[in-house]
T-cell receptor, first 116, second 115 residues
């Protein structure tokens, strides 16, 4: 099955700086890579995702890059703001059961702190 | 749509008691997932259903845990008997699944405390 590694586990940046979180995955058949943001005491919510036919995707200050050859993908947040402080999870599909009946395997999370 | 609904939001029980967590997925979604989140282990998939059928329950910790999905709009996760190490936040999530596999929408979670 799929294994997802996420680094770093904690990240502290100054407001306005950029933040980068990296994930690697093991299953070359994985084809969907979402990123979730979880604020303290809240539920995880999708912020951006990328599919295996795309190398990069951007949404305002957030971008995700995917390198299928190296089996890694990254989240980039530019011009960070205090409200970006949260735990971020990457995930990849586990295609063990084939077809479209896949589930998500999540990384352990990165706690991002943006200091004003 | 109200999103994924979970109940109760908080549950405090004593060791040995039976606990039942409930979930109503988003209407039209045919995949449902149960997760457990703790500081130590992060977000763990316990079991997921596709079209009400359990597909993968390899994440269920032990026989004390069981999950059912009797119809497309309701699922339960039961722990019997409960133990202090079961204390965690339990999330239910749903997605469209199938060829539209993509975003999972999480419910607000149930915070379980077993004394």
């Amino acid at each position: 099955g799929e294994n997802v590694e996420q680094h770093p586990s904690t990240l502290s940046v100054q407001e306005g700086d950029s933040a980068v979180i990296k994930c690697t995955y093991s299953d070359s058949a994985s084809n969907y890579f979402p990123w979730y943001k979880q604020e303290l005491g809240k539920r995880p919510q999708l912020i951006i995702d990328i599919r295996s036919n795309v190398g990069e995707k951007k949404d305002q200050r957030i971008a995700v890059t995917l390198n299928k050859t190296a089996k890694h993908f990254s989240l980039h947040i530019t011009e960070t703001q205090p409200e970006d402080s949260a735990v971020y999870f990457c995930a990849a599909t586990d295609r063990e059961y084939g077809g479209s009946q896949g589930n998500l395997i999540f990384g352990k999370g990165t706690k991002l702190s943006v200091k004003p | 749509d109200a999103g994924v609904i979970q109940s109760p939001r908080h549950e405090v029980t004593e060791m040995g008691q039976e606990v039942t967590l409930r979930c109503k997925p988003i209407s039209g979604h045919n995949s449902l997932f149960w997760y457990r989140q703790t500081m130590m282990r992060g977000l763990e998939l316990l079991i997921y259903f596709n079209n009400n059928v359990p597909i993968d329950d390899s994440g269920m910790p032990e026989d004390r845990f069981s999950a059912k999905m009797p119809n497309a709009s309701f699922s339960t996760l039961k722990i019997q008997p409960s133990e202090p190490r079961d204390s965690a936040v339990y999330f239910c999530a749903s997605s469209l699944g199938g060829s539209l596999f993509g975003e999972q929408f999480f419910g607000p979670g149930t915070r379980l405390t077993v004394l």
